[in-house]
């Protein structure tokens, strides 16, 4: 019998896991070391519109990294685009603190420190109103970014429809892997039906709004709620989501070199996410192969150079075969996180000003009793 020795055991593996037959997911604390990059195109993205490309060159001037050869750790103090668009404000001199007409609590709904609610409410709104309500997840790949992070555009739909918007803290990987993130954005769900009343919203007026991953998790916690006989939010929008596990989809390769999002970041985040790869093609993050049928109207908006266009668009094929009303746009010139950067990028303010039109439509019909 032959004896295989460690080192040969070793370099088996190593070669199982250069080949992406098998691929081992990190470890399951902040400080594991980020995987092999995938291999690298030499594809340009296309050009950006000069408003949007000034936030792209103050990540430079910031000195932020490429994500993918970070950890965890070092990715989450990384400056991130929403530093960057602050930047870009300082230098025209617009104030870059929170819009005070706009006021915020934090509300935990579950036991863990990252599980809790930030509660936007317009601060001149009468005690007794009862507002519409917006739950908002925001993005980061769930393995960085925080309610911090995304502050700007919860704090846009607050003032500009009136409402009570509850910006959804989750858990994040790889210290909690999936499906933690959307167990989290499920029963944070749950907690604003049970709690809105209290805070004076109207639960009969529910919308979903999500950013990337807070994207798929606005989609995804609309089927959960479906299938769970939960009540079903009004309206979907949901920004530049991940939708499909697919890695030749045309994004892929002609924004694959685009920032502040890359395909060697969306590769980073799977390793982190996931426990195993099968991970990826769940459901719950392949949407496009989920049960769509019976969605709430949906709203997809989508940034032209963004490596996950391509998943904003198939989904609302998908969305559409499966007899769901879904609009989808792609906003020309912007990138993935734009959506937060209406004061300082015309294209981010196009997509702000479509989603709170749709929205404002679908806060407007009869509240069903």
Known sequence: MRIITQRALLLATALVVSTGSAFAQSAATPTAAPPPPPP????????????????????????????????????????????????????????????????????????????????????????????????????????????????????????????????????????????????????????????????????????????SAGGNLAVATAIRARDEGVARPLHIVSVYPIANSSMTLPSRTDSGNAKPLNAAMLNWFGYYYSTTKADQMDPRINLVKANLRGLPPTTIINAQIDPLRSDGETLATAMRAAGDQVEQRTFPGVTHEMFGMGQVVRGAHDANMYAIGKLKAAFAMPPKR
């Open 40 to 211: 690298a195109t030499k594809m340009a993205p296309p050009k950006a519109a000069p408003d949007m490309q000034a936030v792209i060159d103050q990540l430079a001037v910031l000195g932020s990294k490429p994500v993918e050869t970070l950890t965890p750790a070092q990715a989450r103090i990384n400056p991130s685009a929403a530093d960057a668009a602050k930047a870009v404000m300082a230098s025209k001199g617009m104030p870059t603190t929170p819009d005070a007409s706009v006021t915020t609590r934090d509300v935990p709904y579950g036991s863990d420190a990252q599980q809790f609610g930030r509660v936007y409410r317009p601060a001149n709104a009468s005690a007794g109103a009862k507002l519409p309500i917006v739950v908002y997840y925001h993005g980061g790949g769930w393995v960085i970014a925080t309610v911090d992070t995304y502050d700007a555009a919860p704090r846009l739909l607050a003032k500009q429809l009136n409402a009570i918007v509850v910006s959804v803290e989750y858990r994040h990987a790889p210290e909690f892997k999936f499906p933690a993130q959307h167990d989290d954005a499920f029963a944070a769900y749950r907690w604003v039906l049970q709690n809105a009343a209290s805070w004076g919203g109207d639960t009969r007026k529910i919308a979903f709004v999500g950013e």
